[in-house]
């Protein structure tokens, strides 16, 4: 099993080059993001409690993720790895996630960090929010609270990663296909030693 965290503050490209990995490499997309805004259109009390949260650009507390990760893992035995995307995103639930992973005998095999500027991840997030209806997307001032959301709580998770030789930094700025052969290329290195 070959487990990969897609990482980078809001507006990197996580859940663009999700798409194209899962389908490169088989894996199980886990986007915590997703999973939540399906909460919230369903009216689930889960996705009635996130909803206030997300839409102010906080982060949803950890149990809340943390479990429905769990179940997502317990959901799909026979994966051959899974493609983390938007989570881990405190260092509490980076240590949840290795406990999680361990009990399946299993770890994260590499940690993806896209870079991507300030400037261009508001620019992005603005012009999304033109087409997505999404309320988090929609406004400059609960844009630049997502991003100190990810200053503040997110970036540890990079940290703590780094300590276990994880992370690779990968240039987030480009066009969608050649941020995907750089990721690729990552991929394929580690692999090719596995
Ligand atoms: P997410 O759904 O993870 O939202 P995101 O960070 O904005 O998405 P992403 O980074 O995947 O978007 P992408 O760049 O692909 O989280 C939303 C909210 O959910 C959080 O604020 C939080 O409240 C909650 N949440 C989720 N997970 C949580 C957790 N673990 N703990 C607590 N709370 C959690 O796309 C952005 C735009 O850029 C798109 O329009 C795309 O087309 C464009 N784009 C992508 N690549 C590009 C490129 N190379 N060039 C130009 N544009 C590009």
């Given amino acids: 099993m070959f487990n990969i965290i897609l990482f980078g503050p809001p507006g990197s490209g996580k859940g663009t ?14 986007s915590t993001g997703d999973i939540l805004r399906r ?16 839409d102010k650009g906080n982060l949803v507390p950890d149990a809340v993720v943390v ?11 026979q994966a051959k790895g899974f493609l983390f995307d938007g989570f881990p995103r405190t260092e509490a639930q ?5 406990e999680l ?30 087409t997505s209806g999404r309320p988090d997307d929609v406004n400059e001032a609960i844009i630049s609270n997502r991003i100190i959301e990810y200053q503040t709580k997110t970036m540890v998770v990079a940290n703590y ?5 994880k ?7 480009g066009t969608v ?4 052969v750089s990721l690729r290329s990552e991929i394929d290195k580690r692999l090719s030693i596995k």
């Fill in 17 to 30: 080059q999700s798409e194209k990995l899962i389908e490169a490499y088989g894996l199980i997309h886990l």
């Fill in 161 to 165: 990663y780094s300590k276990f030789g």
């Fill in 177 to 180: 296909d050649e941020i995907f």
């Fill in 101 to 130: 992973l361990a009990e399946k005998s299993t770890e994260i095999g590499v940690v993806l960090a896209l870079d991507v500027c300030q400037k261009e991840l508001v620019k992005r997030l603005l012009h999304r929010g033109l």
């Fill in 67 to 77: 479990g429905m990760i769990s179940s997502a893992l317990d959901k799909n035995p």
């Fill in 39 to 54: 909460e919230i259109a369903a009216a689930t009390p889960l996705g009635l409690e996130a909803k206030s949260v997300m």
């Fill in 167 to 173: 992370v690779v930094h990968v240039k987030g700025e």
């Fill in 94 to 98: 980076s240590v949840a996630l290795d």
